[in-house]
């Protein structure tokens, strides 16, 4: 167990495109359909669930092999955040060509160079996306239907992060001892099922994106280190019981949560035939740039399907732009500096 497969790849990249998918609607003003039997959810939510699941399931298996909470913590760094800067920057040149303001105004805001929501603090914020996210630029996309938002896809990853420290952390806490995380993550979720018996989960979850997210990242890494333990069979059996429980007794929002970890992780065990395969994955670009591009084209006298098809051959340019030119490289260097190579890719996630 541990090595990255192809099929977790490509159920990034589906879940990268389900979150575009869902945003074209939203950005050019349209409702979006629900998915039949889904509970009202959209596919962008169900593809933040995705990311986060695979996620917890694979960052788990990096921490564990690893041993060690820097090393992780280092691989995470150069997995985030060069595409995340490469990015930000291109949000800021995109800006300077687009802006109904002229350069003065653009470049130095009423606010000052360092104002929020001007293009050194718009770098500097979501190139770091530990101070807060700005998500406008002067005189950029305020004729919208979606006004002003440059990319929201964003603030999903400062959730993400917070929980790669706390991993870490645990991890470090318990010594790198996989089975203790095990009963820990299994023992919380139990905990939250009694609970659940007492009070509905689903108001308590409702709008706690992080403790949302928290949920479906443990039962991931929970998943995980019982795999490595006591095999996929017990693995799944174990979530599925509690996924179960969750049901019956009336809390249907962490019983899906739970569903979609148990769906992505037997996704991994479906043979997939060489064609389907990726070579590489690009599900981070993707998710990175389709917001802006999405923005850039949502008033372009195009019906709903032209622009869909265009918006998605323009992010999958960039996507692939990114992992070969930014993440691939960054990667080799920290190959270059020694320790255990990362498997899991961020949520990337992240927004819906």
């Given at each position: ?9 490509l159920?990034?990249l589906?879940a ?24 009202g ?7 933040v669930?995705?990311f ?10 990096s921490?564990?092999?690893s ?7 280092t691989?995470?760094?150069f997995?985030i ?5 490469a990015?930000?920057?291109?949000c ?7 802006t109904?303001?002229?350069?003065q105004?653009?470049?130095?805001p009423?606010?000052g160079l ?6 050194v603090s718009?770098f500097?914020?979501?190139?770091t996306?530990?101070f ?5 630029l002067p005189?950029?996309?305020e004729?919208?239907s979606?006004?002003r938002?440059?990319?929201g896809?964003?603030?999903t990853l ?8 706390v991993?870490?952390a ?6 790198f ?10 023992v ?10 007492v009070r509905?989960?689903?108001p ?14 443990s039962a991931g890494?929970c998943?995980?280190?019982?795999q490595?333990?006591a095999?996929?069979?017990v ?10 429980g969750?049901?019956?007794s009336?809390?249907?929002t ?6 979609v970890t148990v ?5 991994n065990?479906?043979?997939l035939?060489?064609?389907m ?9 993707v ?5 802006p591009?999405?923005?850039l ?8 399907w032209?622009r869909?098809?265009?918006v ?7 996507g692939l732009?990114s ?15 020694g320790g ?6 961020p ?6």
């Amino acid at each position: 167990m541990g090595s990255r497969t192809a099929n977790l790849d490509l159920v990034r990249l589906a879940a990268a495109f389900a979150v575009l998918w869902s945003h074209q609607f939203a950005l050019t003003g349209l409702a979006e359909p629900a998915i039949p039997g889904a509970g009202g959810l959209g596919a962008g939510t169900l593809g933040v669930y995705a990311f986060f699941a695979i996620s917890g399931y694979l960052n788990a298996q990096s921490l564990f092999r690893s041993q060690s909470a820097v090393t992780f913590l280092t691989s995470r760094t150069f997995r985030i955040f060069p595409a995340l800067i490469a990015c930000a920057a291109f949000c800021v040149v995109l800006g300077a060509f687009i802006t109904s303001r002229d350069p003065q105004a653009y470049w130095l805001p009423e606010n000052g160079l360092l104002g929020r929501n001007g293009p050194v603090s718009f770098f500097w914020r979501n190139s770091t996306i530990l101070f807060g996210l700005d998500y406008q630029l002067p005189g950029v996309f305020e004729g919208n239907s979606y006004p002003r938002a440059v990319n929201g896809s964003l603030w999903t990853l400062p959730h993400e992060v917070k929980l790669y420290l706390v991993l870490a952390a645990i991890g470090f806490g318990l010594r790198f001892k996989s089975w203790a995380f095990a009963c820990l993550m299994f023992v919380v979720l139990a905990c939250l099922f009694l609970f659940g018996l007492v009070r509905p989960l689903g108001p308590l979850l409702e709008g706690k994106y992080l403790l949302t997210f928290g949920v479906i990242f443990s039962a991931g890494a929970c998943l995980a280190t019982i795999q490595q333990r006591a095999g996929l069979s017990v693995a799944l059996t174990s979530l599925a019981l509690l996924l179960a429980g969750f049901a019956l007794s009336g809390n249907p929002t962490v019983a899906v949560l739970l569903a979609v970890t148990v769906v992505c992780v037997l996704l991994n065990q479906v043979p997939l035939p060489s064609w389907m395969a990726p070579k590489f994955d690009i599900s981070y670009g993707v998710y990175l740039y389709a917001f802006p591009v999405q923005q850039l084209l949502s008033n372009w006298p195009a019906g709903f399907w032209t622009r869909l098809v265009v918006v998605v051959v323009t992010v999958t340019a960039l996507g692939l732009a990114s992992a070969k030119l930014v993440e691939q490289p960054a990667l080799r260097w920290r190959r270059s500096l020694g320790g255990v190579q990362p498997i899991a890719l961020p949520a990337e996630q992240v927004a819906s």
